[in-house]
């Protein structure tokens, strides 16, 4: 089974829905984020989350939020969907007791998302 | 802030040839580099990383990378390639940043290898 699991893989819908990303860890780990991936651009940080009451915004939280209802489990959320939003999201871990710039992000496989 | 340049978006080698990735950072502190490759429809995975330890890091599938610093690199190379590296590559450096080691991702190399 997969360490990180995202659900769902692929997901189309229009604008001004509600969205909601879910990601699921399975490694232990206490760090969380989530990345939005458009060509040419690279991986972006939107949110990230140390533990379950810690939550920082990235570099392009703008129009998302989060939601860590366990240590195991971070949500991203598009309250109002766009068309510019379209785009491929990636669910990361880290292990803070391993602390240090070294530490590895670990991926899912991502939720390709298309706002119409 | 720092950065991450990898110079050409598409590299494509033929089945044997060398492969040689390139990547430039910027860097105010001495730097942390990761080498990510993404699979088709698959999530991003670790290839390899450079800690300070050693110039010369060694990954996974014979994949390797050299740091140098009077040259701020971290290029990616595999003397032979393989049909099954088509993918896309990319570089980061971590920078500390509020308590945590942030990624910085350079905008991605995709390797297509041909007969």
């Known amino acids: 089974d997969a360490d990180v699991t995202q659900t769902p893989r692929n997901r189309i819908t229009k604008t001004g829905k509600r969205i909601m990303l879910e990601c699921s860890q399975t490694?232990?780990?206490?760090?969380m984020y989530w990345y939005r991936q458009d060509p040419g651009l690279g991986l972006r940080l939107i949110y990230y989350s140390f533990d379950v009451k810690d939550i920082n915004k990235g570099e392009i939280s703008d129009g998302y939020s989060v939601s860590r209802q366990a240590q195991a489990k971070f949500s991203l959320s598009l309250e109002s969907a766009i068309p510019n939003q379209t785009a491929l999201y990636f669910c990361a871990t880290s292990d803070q007791k391993r602390r240090g710039r070294t530490d590895t992000q670990y991926f899912g496989p991502g939720t390709r998302l298309t706002v119409l | 802030a720092q950065s991450v340049t990898q110079l050409g978006s598409h590299v494509s080698v033929s089945e044997g040839a060398l492969v040689l990735l390139r990547c430039n950072y910027s860097?105010?502190?001495?730097?942390?580099l990761f080498w990510y490759v993404q699979y088709p429809n698959q999530g991003l995975q670790l290839l390899l990383k450079y800690t300070s330890a050693a110039t010369l890091v060694k990954g996974i599938n014979g994949f390797e990378a050299e740091f140098k610093k009077s040259e701020t690199s971290f290029h990616l190379t595999k003397p032979s390639a393989h049909m099954s590296d088509a993918a896309e590559y990319f570089c980061a450096v971590s920078e500390p940043s509020g308590g945590y080691n942030k990624l910085i991702f350079g905008a991605g190399t995709r390797l297509a290898v041909h007969p």
């Open positions: 490694k232990g780990h206490d760090r």
């Open positions: 860097s105010s502190v001495p730097p942390y």
